[in-house]
């Protein structure tokens, strides 16, 4: 792994490139002939350009060493001269912000490490170099690819059951290996996938920097996918009788499910609600998002939902207002996780451990639940988990991706989820998208306070407040 983020870029010693030289020594030969001393001096001038062109090299990069929980920018993060065995070279096109990276800087999300990583997970890029010893022939320089976040070995045992992302074995990009907030990376080939159709559907495209910005979707839409996917299978879910669903926060996730259930899904009638006012403003104002955006205090004591989707961190979310909006018998789908430091209490209900239902993408069903204080009232009610993606689940985030895009700027829905965006990787500027914020200046790269998990001492003071932003989106330089 690459550790060398703040080095100053520096050139190969001399030495080091008289190794790969055929004929470093004949300057010290004993014959003395004048063709073997124009030789040797031909070749130190060989030697000297070579000493000039085999720079090693760098990208701008945000990493971290997680201890101190505050991301760095760097604009001279070392590479090694071609990729490493087994890895391959992508130009990062677009990335964006997941509040998982927040969550892993500030230690409530399990899997925190305390190496030096580039982070960010979520991301598009051109292949730029294959390493010589590559096995993926699907892929080739050129390329457009999405960087599968998820890494296992090829021989682990959740991979064979096709269940990858329940590995506990599961390295991630990002936390245990370099990810994609930089301009150049290397990723390991199981990491890439590429977009398939992504060249004739540029040719339709009449922008193709907004091609891209949607396409940068495909990772955390093929996680939302998932879920549905998971319920199809379980036997008491039926999809048609499901009429009402409320998702639990409206942050990109949440937004993302109720787009998705508008376009699969278009009978159920979808509520969407958070604690913070802007977020309910920010997505109020998505264009053609028919999702009710409602504020939870207004919903009465008696309205339930035939579905909850529980797409936000808080414990409070997760077992209490999930439960309490739940019909007898309705699905509680909890997709976000919780946030936890090491220590917290297990968010436990009658035994089970909502938290790793999550985590491990179990189904129970909760009977006979008293759930006011006197246990007057009892519903039961499904707990289905869902965690990350599998490869599949890519393929068809794709399509709906292209299908979507293919109706055109005007009715266009997932690009949009990006509210935010910041002109290259060390940009200043947050710019809004919407007209329902406002552009905020940083006197740093924009993308390092932003990466800050919100807090509620930052409520007040809008410009760290990254509730003010749905999807924060990063148009790496080159491909603005
Ligand atoms: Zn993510």
Known sequence: MNSRASSPLVFLPRHLSYEDHRSPKQRFSRWNSYEIQLKAMISNILADKLIIFSAIPTTKAVTSDFQSSVPVFSDQFELTTNPLAGYCRVKTVRSQICNSDRRVLAGTKKGGVSQAIVLGHEGIGFIAQLSNTHTRHDLQVGDLVVLGPHFVEANDHCLKNGVPNLSCEMKHLGIHMNGVFADEMDFPEYTLNKITNSNEIIKKATNRSEYYDQMVFIEPLACVQRGY????????????????????????????????????????????????????NLTKNLPNLQANVVEIDTLGDNTQFDMIVVATSSREANVHSAIKFIKHNGVILLFSGIDMKNGDVRPVINGIDIETVHRYEHSVQLINYGFNLDAQITKSMYFMGTSGYVKDDFETSIQELHEDFMLGSELCLYRRIATSVINKLDGNVVHDLTGAFRDVTFDMPAIIPLLKLFDENDANDSDVNVHNHLKILIRHENYL
């Open 229 to 280: 996917k998971l319920l199809q299978k379980q036997p008491y879910f039926n999809i048609n009788a499901i009429e009402t669903i409320l998702i639990l926060g409206a942050g990109p996730m949440g937004v993302i499910h109720a787009v998705h259930i508008q376009k699969k899904y278009p009978h159920i009638k979808v509520s969407i609600t958070d604690i913070d006012s802007t977020r309910r």
